[in-house]
């Protein structure tokens, strides 16, 4: 059974000011590095779904199989799509589709939550402490049906209420820690958002030069389990 994660990181992020595939997660790993690595130590193949600031993503991430959404303006359902054709035709059994601004999941985790997908189970998602997590987890047939759905439809927490979908209680707290803005960011990590050092950098100490993100109006601190920032 080949699973394929989807990660989601076209959109615009306006709070943080920069896409969310290029900010600093811990080790000098942007968000979209952290979770290849998480997802392939769970055995998942991955794809990483960008538009906005495609250039500077392929740049940054010369490793990652990634697919441009040209219309990613349309919303997260279009990215969503653009990552499912890439992914039936690396020959996926099941998909898992996850945001790019949740980096801190488990791969121990995905583990437990692909094991629980069986020939019956249509759908399942995570849930920590009652609060609905990602990543989403499709049998094919349910991605091949939500690929089909109305294409005026812009939300995936809309188009993937009409699955049969298993909730699995999970203790892992990174299910649900959405880091969408820069106040959850310095809460979490105690500095201003920034970009993740160029690769070349990679594995060595980071510089005091580290570019700081910019930002625009303030936002709630608290980390959102609701909707995915990144389309």
Not at 29 to 45: D, E, P
Request: glycine share 10%; with cysteine; hydrophobic share 40%.
């Amino acid at each position: 059974m080949k699973a394929v994660a989807i990660i989601l990181a076209a959109g615009e992020a306006r709070k943080m000011g920069y896409s969310k595939a290029l900010i600093e997660h811990e080790g000098g790993k942007s968000f979209l590095q952290s979770l290849v690595s998480t997802f392939g130590k769970a055995g998942c193949s991955v794809i990483g779904v960008i538009g906005k600031e495609a250039e500077a993503v392929r740049d940054q991430h010369p490793a990652v199989h990634l697919v441009e959404n040209e219309r990613w303006q349309d919303g997260q359902l279009s990215s969503v799509k653009a990552g499912l054709e890439a992914a039936f035709e690396d020959g996926a059994d099941i998909i898992l589709l996850q945001p790019v601004d949740m980096p801190a999941l488990r791969a121990s985790t995905l583990k437990s939550l692909i094991k629980a997908m069986g020939d019956s189970v249509e759908a399942i998602r995570p849930e920590f402490e009652g609060a609905s997590g990602f990543p989403i987890i499709l049998s094919r047939g349910a991605a091949e049906r939500l690929r089909e759905r109305d294409s005026t439809e812009t939300q995936l927490e809309v188009a993937v209420r009409g699955l049969q979908m298993r909730r699995i209680p999970v203790k892992d707290p990174g299910v649900v820690v959405n880091i969408n803005t820069p106040e959850t960011y310095e809460r979490l990590f105690g500095s201003a958002p920034k970009l993740a050092p160029p690769p070349k950098r990679r594995g060595k100490k980071p510089e005091s030069t580290g570019t700081t993100v910019s930002t625009g109006a303030s936002a709630p601190m608290e980390a959102s389990s609701e909707g995915i920032s990144g389309s």
